[in-house]
């Protein structure tokens, strides 16, 4: 057990030019192949939260502009703006993530 996750052993097959690749970029940073692997898919996951939290914020635009003008029609405000989560908040939050903040000088 790694921390609360079970272990899972999985086998993957390579041609031998890409395995050779994988031990000479393991070799590099002082890794195990293994351990490479697991880097790697973690982070193509990380680009992946990106991308879905950029394509995210498409989807949502216009949830967004439509709930900037509601508070418009309500508040009087001096400034108003719409701006993206980041793809940490995002992350935390989960998807569909429209918020509000206020302030008062």
């Given at each position: 057990m790694e921390g609360d996750r079970p272990v899972r052993k999985v086998t993957v097959s390579l041609p031998r030019h890409l395995l050779e690749y994988a031990d000479?970029?393991?070799a590099e940073r002082g890794v195990s192949r293994?351990?490479?692997v697991a880097e790697l898919i973690a982070e193509m996951a990380a680009r992946d939260r990106d991308a879905v939290a950029a394509e995210g914020y498409c989807?949502?635009?216009?949830e967004a502009e439509e709930l900037r003008q509601r508070?418009?029609?309500?508040f009087n405000c001096q400034e108003l703006l719409v701006t993206e989560f980041t793809p940490v908040m995002g992350?935390?939050?989960?998807?569909?993530l429209l918020g509000i903040a206020f302030f008062a000088e």
């Open positions: 000479r970029v393991a293994s351990q490479l989807f949502y635009a216009q508070v418009a029609q309500q992350a935390h939050a989960g998807p569909g």
